[in-house]
Structures are given as C-alpha cells and as structure tokens.
C-alpha cells in the first residue's frame, strides 16, 4: 500500500520528533491505514510508506564520506531511541528502513524515529 500524505508544515512534523520511541514487546497489532494516514503527515514529504509494512525514505549526497558522516548520526539517534533502522549505505547515497520487527509491521515509534531522522 502507498500511502498518499498531505504535508502540513514543521510545527507538526517537531511535535512527533519530540516524543520518544516506546519499547515494543511484540503482541500488538501493526497500524491500520488509517492510523498511518494520520501519522505520514508529520513526516518529511520523502518519506513513504511501503506496503503498509514500512517506511522508507533516500537521501543523496555528494560523496562517500558525507553519507557516511550521515549514517553515523542516524545510528547514534537509532542508539539514543533504542529503535534501530535498517540503512543501506552507498557512494553519495543512504536509504533508511524503518519497522518493528517484533510485530513485522509499523507502530507509532517508527513515525517517532524518522522524525527525528529529519532533524538532521
């Protein structure tokens, strides 16, 4: 499933950012898509969601050091959260993953982890 999202603007976008990801111990269910319809729009309008599964988004740079300065950030953010992406790492180029594993689907805290992505 796609997810087509309105973007609101960054007030919203830091209201998600600031809140911190909760621990899931499995046995809950993932988001319905109604509920991802009304958590896309905190998020930077490059993020996507894939399938109803996960969220998704790409940045480029202009070399391998600077994705990489990059990357190290979302890992130390990923840390602080204790929420971990899954990041393919490239010449000029990240992709970011998001999911709970523990459920296989979206929970509120993958919203919460690519709004804080955003920040950087």
């Known amino acids: ?3 087509t999202k309105v973007t609101f603007g960054g007030s919203i976008m830091e209201e998600l950012a600031n809140k911190r990801c909760k621990e899931c111990e499995g046995g809950v269910p993932p988001l319905e898509e109604e509920e991802l319809l009304k ?5 930077d309008e490059n993020w996507e969601v894939v399938n ?4 998704e988004r790409k940045w480029d740079f202009p070399d391998f050091i600077t994705a990489l300065q990059f990357t190290n950030k979302v890992g130390e953010i990923c840390e602080e959260e204790g929420h971990h992406a899954d ?3 490239g010449w000029g180029r990240v992709k970011v993953l998001i999911w709970t594993h523990k459920i296989d689907g979206l929970t509120e805290s ?3 982890l690519a709004a804080k992505l955003d920040r950087i």
């Open 87 to 89: 990041i393919e790492l």
């Open 52 to 55: 109803g599964h996960h969220l």
């Open 39 to 43: 958590l896309i729009p905190h998020l």
């Open 110 to 112: 993958d919203f919460i």
């Open 1 to 3: 499933m796609m997810v």
